[in-house]
């Protein structure tokens, strides 16, 4: 079964300060994995994916299969960043596909 | 284009009684998911229509169901509901999440927020 871990609940940085958000998974296929945003009273959105290898906002991902992590980095932290960030997992059963999310990290940038 | 839009926003049930989320989605997706967010368990993964064909199912009782009508539009209904139906109920839309890397994009609604008293 998929797993996704994201060890800490709270991130508190200061703004100019390098982020990582952590993220280790679990699965046993070849894993899409994503990034999720969710800004005080906004829907989920989608932050960047492991396929595009894009900087999205600043933000960057790189999948590393061997530690089976995809943490999530940021040389200089924003005020605008504070949210709460989820990384999920597509697995493909049963002909569908489902996201399994890690518990979030709620990130705080203060000035 | 017009967003991923759940109805309604907010709902407040009692005990036992039934409850009917609906959801829309983007134009042209034809998957449909279902999540349940709450802050002890996070989000949970309910289940998953494609083209009105239930293809994917979480680990919830059978009080939870869904279907998806034949313009993608679906709805989820909780039966029999308990205090711990208490949640945000988010729907997202794909285009088509067949496997194809860039269809399984998955794009949330505002979520209904359901309180169970």
């Known amino acids: 079964a998929q797993r996704v871990t994201q060890p800490e609940k709270l991130l508190s940085v200061f703004k100019g300060a390098p982020v990582e958000l952590k993220c280790n998974y679990s699965?046993?296929?070849?894993?899409?994995l994503f990034w999720y945003v969710q800004y005080s009273r906004q829907r989920l959105q989608l932050l960047l994916r492991h396929i595009s290898r894009e900087s999205i906002k600043g933000f960057t991902a790189d999948l590393n299969k061997g530690e089976t992590s995809f943490h999530l980095k940021k040389p200089f932290a924003q005020e605008e960043d504070s949210a709460m960030y989820y990384c999920a997992l597509t697995s493909f059963t049963g002909g569908g596909n489902k996201l399994t999310f890690g518990t979030g990290t709620q990130l705080k940038v203060e000035l | 284009k017009a967003g991923v839009t759940q109805t309604p926003r907010y709902l407040i049930k009692t005990r036992g009684q039934q409850v009917t989320l609906s959801c829309s989605p983007i134009s042209g997706h034809r998957s449909v998911s279902w999540y349940q967010q709450t802050p002890g368990q996070g989000l949970q993964f309910l289940f998953e229509y494609f083209s009105e064909t239930q293809r994917n199912k979480g680990n919830f009782p059978g009080r939870f169901s869904g279907r998806q009508f034949s313009n993608s539009r679906s709805e989820m209904n909780v039966s029999t509901l308990e205090l711990g139906d208490s949640a945000l109920y988010l729907c997202?839309?794909?285009?088509?999440?067949?496997?194809?890397?860039?269809?399984?994009?998955?794009?949330f609604g505002q979520g209904t927020r359901l309180t169970v008293v």
């Open positions: 699965y046993s296929g070849s894993p899409e």
């Open positions: 997202a839309s794909s285009l088509s999440g067949t496997g194809g890397t860039m269809n399984t994009e998955a794009f």
